[in-house]
């Protein structure tokens, strides 16, 4: 029977669960941070408070780690929509530090900068989308007529 992709992936997952079993959560978690540390030259703060309890990074880490390596997704472009979903939710931290790792896995300028512009379309869209039907929804009988007691026929 031949091997699959998702069969690898949930052996090195067994693999890796083993490890940290056998180094205990401490030992992990401080191993995980030099790893990123190195590899991006800094780690986000929500890791390094998430690391003073092992169990709370090494889960996170896990469940990033089992996402993104199981993409079909090329890992640029796992972190241009990370970029993307940090711009457009205001997470200034998230946006530079996806930025900076999509960049390191080969991102150009131009497609950073395509990314920011797409990610404030869908942003403004969203703004645009819930305030139109909150004055869809409060608007439906007029205002002025509600309170001045005047019965509106109901749609």
Not at 27 to 48: Q, S, V
Request: hydrophobic share 40%; net charge negative.
């Amino acid at each position: 029977m031949p091997t699959t992709m998702a069969t690898d992936d949930l052996v090195e997952f067994e693999q890796t669960l083993r490890e940290i079993v056998t180094r205990g959560g401490e030992e992990t978690a401080r191993e995980w941070m030099e790893n990123i540390e190195a590899e991006y030259g800094r780690a986000p703060l929500i890791f390094k408070r998430m690391a003073e309890r092992p169990e709370v990074l090494i889960s996170h880490l896990l469940y990033k780690g089992a996402v993104t390596r199981t993409s079909s997704l090329d890992p640029k472009y796992v972190e241009l929509i990370s970029m993307a979903v940090g711009a457009a939710l205001r997470c200034q931290h998230c946006t530079s530090y996806h930025m900076q790792a999509a960049a390191k896995k080969g991102a150009t300028r131009e497609e950073i900068l395509e990314v920011i512009l797409i990610a404030g379309l869908i942003s403004n869209s969203s703004v645009l989308a819930n305030a139109y039907r909150i004055f869809d929804e409060k608007m439906a009988r007029c205002i002025p007529c509600v309170n001045e007691g005047i019965d509106q026929p109901v749609e």
